[in-house]
């Protein structure tokens, strides 16, 4: 669900059947990579011990990214 409200506020279209067949850990190293975070979220995701941690905190963070996060860069990189 966060994944689906981030890249509606991004502007972004996915085929969200094609990413149901990546495995989950692939997905969110992907997303982490491609998302506009700034530096300092980047470096959070980058230092996450496990993929379950790099999951929980990119959820919050496109949680927070589409609440309106002041700075954020809406363009996809």
Do not use: C, N
């Amino acid at each position: 669900m966060a994944m689906k409200t981030y890249a509606k506020t991004l502007g972004v279209q996915l085929d969200w059947d094609s990413l149901k067949q990546i495995p989950l850990d692939k997905l969110v190293d992907q997303a982490a990579m491609i998302s506009p975070f700034g530096p300092q979220d980047k470096q959070s995701l980058l230092e996450a011990t496990t993929h379950e941690d790099r999951r929980r905190l990119l959820i919050g963070l496109m949680h927070l990214y589409s609440d309106g996060l002041d700075g954020v860069d809406k363009t996809v990189q």
